[in-house]
């Protein structure tokens, strides 16, 4: 089956810590986002990348980190420099770039304690 | 940037229809999307508007006036497994064909 995946579906953290959040497609997509979604707010771009080895900031980059060594993944690293990491992070891929549909994996809730 | 609204609750009894608005403000206008999402999920594609008119997807429908800022999503012979959020989201050619979202609109459907 063809999708994208995103592990865990929940994650805690202390307060200080870092934390690495998991995306994963087999749709061989071009390009991959992250996006926060909070009550009340619609979703916030915080990195996006068009192509391996590349990315670049959304809205909300600050305190948040990512790498894309391999077209597949795209994980996004929480950093301690994020003031208010509690929330509800989604990845989604499209297939070439921004011109084209994306679409979203489960996610995953974090709670920093 | 772009300023999306939407209202945010809106109530609606199985087998009506309900009518979904959506406004924007947007230098580069390349398109908007309609999402549904429920509770703790992934949102999930439902349509796409580039042109003026209605895209008609089943029991779905979605239509743009560009000149208007204006969308609105149609879901018609509602049923209860309807209720969810549904999230408008416009994409800016002048922002590298970034999207951006509304805060999304919860439709509940009631027998």
């Known amino acids: 089956d063809g999708g994208i995946t995103q592990s865990p579906k929940y994650l805690f953290r202390k307060e200080g810590q870092n934390v690495t959040l998991s995306c994963e497609q087999n749709?061989?997509?071009?390009?991959m986002y992250w996006y926060r979604q909070d009550p009340g707010q619609g979703l916030r771009l915080i990195y996006y990348?068009?192509?391996?080895?590349?990315?670049q900031k959304g809205d909300i980059a600050e305190g948040y980190s990512v790498s894309r060594e391999k077209k597949e993944s795209f994980p996004l690293t929480v950093t301690s420099a994020q003031k208010n990491p509690t929330a509800f992070y989604l990845c989604?891929?499209?297939?070439?770039?921004?011109?084209?549909?994306?679409?979203f994996g489960p996610g995953t809730r974090l709670t920093v304690l | 940037g772009q300023n999306i609204d939407q209202p945010t609750e809106m109530t609606a009894t199985e087998g009506a229809i309900v009518q979904i608005n959506c406004t924007y403000q947007?230098?580069?206008?390349?398109?908007l999307f309609w999402y549904q999402q429920h509770a703790g999920e992934a949102p999930t594609f439902l349509s796409y508007?580039?042109?003026?008119g209605l895209e008609e997807k089943g029991r779905f429908s979605s239509f743009l006036s560009r000149s208007k800022g204006y969308s609105y999503l149609l879901l018609k012979e509602l049923q209860m497994k309807d209720s969810a959020s549904y999230l408008c989201?416009?994409?800016?050619?002048?922002?590298?064909?970034?999207?951006?979202f509304g805060a999304g609109t919860t439709v509940t459907v009631r027998a």
């Open positions: 989604a891929s499209s297939p070439r770039d921004g011109t084209d549909t994306q679409y």
């Open positions: 749709l061989n997509h071009d390009a």
């Open positions: 990348s068009q192509i391996v080895n590349d990315f």
């Open positions: 947007t230098s580069g206008f390349n398109g």
């Open positions: 508007n580039v042109l003026d």
């Open positions: 989201a416009v994409r800016d050619l002048t922002g590298n064909y970034k999207l951006s």
